[in-house]
């Protein structure tokens, strides 16, 4: 029971280079979350999927797009980075809504230069 | 916007001392989540408190959720090198988790 993987761990891009961050939950998890955490900002919501075939903007959704896979699975993309979009990103997930608990992936640490 | 107010934002006290670090708000949450992030790792959740005036207690931490259900506190009695890390609290409404920017907890032996 691997709970939420996330990957990659670490990537470098060049500014207007696009990239996909992957996630997978093996809990059977309804919800899925992207978060990006910076210094002093604690973590901030990007997008977020209730459930399967739903997914809706978060605190911070530009730059970004989402693709709810399949109930497993909930990708990040980043069409053309920029620097300000250097951070750490984290996926997870919860049974239903987040009043329930929230389990996080180990984090993607994304440097955009 | 929901925002959440943590503070303070870092503190640094001696093994064996006290401290309380405080989660605001001017929305009302439907619950309430405290948890704890170590370098290199993901967010881990410590508790969840959904009732106005509840207290939880977890060994020497001490959670309340405040009665209009918009602050809530986290107490750590005799503080331990353990218990180094990053807090976070997290409010949830409407579908989303809001996280507060975090308090970075030292404790020095």
């Known amino acids: 029971n691997a709970g939420v993987t996330q990957t990659p761990k670490f990537q470098v891009l060049k500014t207007g280079q696009s990239m996909t961050l992957q996630c997978a939950q093996d809990?059977?998890?309804?919800?899925m979350y992207w978060y990006r955490q910076d210094p002093g900002m604690g973590l901030r919501l990007i997008y977020y999927?209730?459930?399967?075939?739903?997914?809706d903007k978060g605190e911070v959704p530009n730059g970004y797009n989402v693709s709810r896979l399949n109930k497993r699975e909930f990708s990040l993309r980043l069409e053309s980075a920029a620097p300000s979009q250097t951070s750490v990103y984290f996926c997870?997930?919860?049974?239903?809504?987040?009043?329930?608990?929230?389990?996080f992936g180990e984090g993607s640490w994304l440097t955009v230069v | 916007t929901q925002l959440l107010e943590q503070s303070p934002q870092f503190l640094s006290i001696q093994e064996g001392e006290n401290l309380t670090v405080y989660c605001n708000s001017s929305?009302?949450?439907?619950?309430l989540q405290w948890y704890r992030q170590e370098p290199g790792e993901g967010p881990v959740l410590l508790v969840t408190?959904?009732?106005?005036?509840e207290v939880k207690k977890l060994k020497r931490l001490t959670f309340q959720f405040g009665d209009a259900r918009k602050d809530s506190s986290l107490h750590i009695t005799a503080a331990q090198p353990g218990d180094t890390g990053l807090y976070l609290c997290?409010?949830?409404?409407?579908?989303?988790?809001?996280f507060g920017q975090g308090t970075t907890l030292q404790v020095k032996p």
């Open positions: 408190v959904v009732t106005g005036g």
């Open positions: 997290a409010g949830s409404n409407t579908g989303k988790l809001i």
């Open positions: 999927s209730a459930s399967e075939g739903t997914t």
């Open positions: 997870a997930s919860s049974v239903m809504g987040s009043g329930n608990t929230i389990y």
């Open positions: 809990m059977n998890h309804n919800s």
């Open positions: 929305s009302v949450f439907s619950s």
